[in-house]
């Protein structure tokens, strides 16, 4: 199984401001099979991106992810305060899928 | 419009067995991967195990291993988890999300809203 550490636990910044959340896996993740999910209090999840880097259908350019390997990234370039919510990283490059235990992007 | 509908909230006594059903509609179900997630009040989300709805190959994540059933029923276009042996620890809501991609393992781009399922004695 491969686990995914999300860093940090929580970040606390401004509407505007730039967000960079981490997410580092036991071992390497097989053809960048890396995506991002954003979650608000009573919703599903949200699929973001794929594929480390592609935004899902609608999702605003400001959002955009990097990263390969054992080590991704999500970056939200300008908080809006819509954005403020949970955000996990999964990866589904073997039939086993995991999840981070997720990174709280919360208003300062 | 692409959309998972699931069934209502459960209260289950511990030891018991729940079934969690989940109803696709607007696209061709045979085709896309389900797999069902589940999150404890507070907690993060936690995969269970997936299923093709094609041929009912199955993939059980190892902790849910002889605990946990998926199936399909393709003439209604429906999904079902069915988890048993339950514990105060099962107290989640359960997911089931679709794979983005036709015939492929992917990310998951279509959620359903959701079943709370209570353990109580």
């Known amino acids: 199984e491969i686990v995914l550490t999300q860093s940090p636990g929580t970040l606390s910044l401004s509407p505007g401001e730039r967000a960079t959340l981490s997410c580092r896996a036991s071992?390497?993740?097989?053809?960048?099979?890396l995506a991002w999910y954003q979650q608000k209090p009573g919703q599903p999840p949200r699929l973001l991106i794929y594929?480390?880097?592609t935004r899902a259908t609608a999702i605003p350019d400001r959002f955009s992810g990097s990263g390969s390997g054992t080590d991704f990234t999500l970056t939200i370039s300008r908080l809006e305060p819509e954005d403020f919510a949970l955000y996990y990283c999964q990866q589904y490059g073997i039939s086993a899928r995991t999840f981070g235990q997720g990174t709280k992007v919360e208003i300062k | 419009q692409v959309e998972l509908v699931q069934s209502g909230g459960e209260v289950m006594k511990p030891g018991a067995s729940v079934k969690v059903s989940c109803k696709a509609s607007?696209?061709?179900?045979?085709?896309?991967?389900i797999s069902w997630v589940r999150q404890a009040p507070g907690q993060g989300l936690e995969w269970m195990g997936w299923i093709s709805p094609y041929n009912d190959n199955t993939k059980y994540a190892q902790k849910f291993q002889g605990r946990v059933t998926m199936t399909t029923d393709t003439s209604t276009n429906t999904a079902y988890m069915e988890l048993r042996s339950l514990g105060s620890d099962d107290t989640a809501v359960y997911y089931c999300?679709?794979?983005?991609?036709?015939?492929?393992?992917?990310?998951?781009?279509?959620w359903g809203q959701g079943t709370m399922v209570t353990v109580s004695s």
């Open positions: 071992q390497g993740v097989s053809s960048r099979a």
């Open positions: 594929g480390a880097s």
């Open positions: 607007g696209y061709t179900f045979v085709s896309y991967g």
């Open positions: 999300a679709r794979d983005r991609v036709q015939w492929l393992v992917d990310a998951f781009d279509i």
